[in-house]
């Protein structure tokens, strides 16, 4: 048993022993190893150090070089390179072309081909310089051969210079002689043109006035033909209609017109005695007014104005120049319109009434006399007011000739505006309220019970009775 350990021990110390002398062995291979390495490192170290002194000394002289062509030391090569590249370009442009070692330029080459072109070039000039010298000798003696041509011409001149003179002179005294006959030629014919002038103009103006005065004699003498005209009596007026009832103390009539007839209230009429056919020439009984229609045929007025010693009584006839049964009348209007005499126009008053009787003024003279509307053959009446005179609007006078003279040649008959407004039965704007087409039958219905102290005034509103 105690052989058995020893034998065991034994093992263990070989077993030992092998690992220290493996483990020295490995350790001085290592040691080798290291040794080795760190004498290559030494080695590797001291090349590197060699070489970046090598790139130390390439870098400091390639800034030199940098600084030589024009660079900085900062300049990187492809900026070097575009730089050189742009100078040989700019060196080929100069020499009008690329030269013949274009592709092996540099910057020192370039100065040589510059000093052989100066060379050239000194030769041209020398040469152009004996081109001078020639040219400048044979202009010398060109000039010598002008100077002397130019003398004798300036002598020639001066000759010629004293000949104008005189000839000049000479002109210039047969010229004044002329211009001084020319002149008195020329006074002689002023005066007598100034004379002529004025004895012309004096006929002229005096011809206006003349041809004036004679204008408003024929245009006067026209108007107050026509006026001797409308005041003879007319035969063409017939009565429109007659009273078939009335009633003098409530101051109403009845008359044979109606709404088939286009009757409208407040339309007016002026009464004639019974049986009268010719208006032309007769007196006027009194006028109605139209207060209500009653039927196709018949129709309700009122008297507006009567004579008591001869009041109007069934059978009397109306009339209107306004209206005509079943159609409206046109009327046209011309001159100073004045109805109630205050001295002031009165034809948009006149033009109211017509309208406002169931007529149509066709045409007519505004404020500013200019004429409004046409004159056309189916116009009944001409309304003639006062004839206009130098005061009133311009060109009212023309108007009134214009449209005056558009009447007769159309067959027109005139009344005087006293005439037509007798004949219409208008009583004054004091006593009439004319309706308009918004007027309401039922208003003159509702002042039926006011009538017997006189008409009373009423506003037109309302939408028309028909």
């Known amino acids: 048993m105690a052989a058995r350990d020893n034998q065991g021990l034994q093992i263990a110390v070989i077993l030992m022993v092998m690992m220290v002398v493996g483990l020295g062995i490995t350790t001085g ?8 390495a760190q ?14 002194s090598k790139a130390r000394d390439y870098l400091l002289e390639r800034n030199r070089l940098k600084v030589m062509i024009g660079h900085t030391e900062e ?4 900026e070097i390179e575009t730089q050189f590249t742009n100078d040989v370009a700019a060196f080929v442009a100069d020499e009008n072309g690329t030269p013949a070692a274009a592709q092996a330029l540099n910057y020192r080459k370039i100065p040589v081909e510059l000093r052989n072109k100066y060379a050239t070039l000194e030769q041209q000039l020398a ?15 060109i000039r010598t051969t002008a100077d002397s041509a130019v003398a004798k011409a300036k002598s020639e001149k001066d000759t010629a210079d004293a000949n104008l003179r005189k ?11 002329l211009q001084d006959d020319q002149k008195k030629v020329l006074a002689s014919k002023q005066a007598i043109e100034g004379q002529v002038a004025q004895v012309t103009a004096k006929f002229t103006q005096e011809k206006k006035v003349l041809d004036k005065d004679i204008k408003d004699m024929r245009t006067l003498i026209d108007g107050l033909n026509k006026v001797n005209e409308n005041l003879q009596p007319q035969i063409t007026d017939r009565p429109d209609g007659k009273v078939v009832w009335s009633n003098q103390r409530e101051q109403t009539v009845w008359i044979n017109l109606g709404s088939q007839d286009l009757l409208r209230p407040q339309m007016t009429f002026s009464v004639y005695p019974v049986g009268q056919e010719n ?19 018949q129709a309700e007025a009122r008297i507006t104005s009567y004579d008591v010693a001869n009041p109007i009584m069934p ?5 209107t120049p306004t209206w005509t049964p079943g159609h409206p009348e046109k009327f046209a209007v011309v001159g100073y319109i004045d109805i109630d005499g205050d001295d002031k126009d009165d034809t948009d008053d006149l033009r109211q009434i017509i309208e406002t009787s169931g007529g149509v003024v066709a045409a007519y003279v505004d404020e500013t006399g200019s004429i409004k509307g046409t004159i056309t053959p189916d116009i009944r009446y001409l309304i003639l007011g006062k004839r206009p005179t130098d005061k009133t609007a311009e060109g009212t006078l023309a108007s009134y000739s214009q449209l005056s003279e558009a009447a007769r040649s159309n067959g027109i008959q005139a009344i005087r505006v006293d ?17 308009n087409a918004a007027s309401k039958l039922e208003e003159l219905e509702a002042q039926a019970e006011k009538v017997k102290a006189g008409f009373q005034k009423r506003r037109p509103s309302g939408e028309s009775a028909f």
């Open 75 to 78: 300049a990187t090569m492809d």
């Open 419 to 435: 005439q037509f407004i007798d004949w219409a039965g208008y009583t004054g704007a004091e006593e009439l309220v004319r309706l």
């Open 279 to 297: 208006l032309a020439g007769v007196a006027v009984k009194g006028t109605i007014e139209v207060s209500k229609i009653h039927d196709g045929h």
């Open 167 to 177: 000839l000049t002179a000479d002109y210039e005294s047969a010229r004044q002689s």
């Open 29 to 36: 291979v290592f040691y080798n190893a290291n040794l080795k």
């Open 127 to 141: 040469s152009s310089r004996a081109q001078i010298n020639a040219l400048q000798a044979e202009r010398d003696s």
């Open 315 to 319: 059978g009397d006839t109306i009339f």
């Open 39 to 52: 004498t290559d490192a030494q080695d590797a170290n001291a090349r590197a150090q060699a070489e970046s």
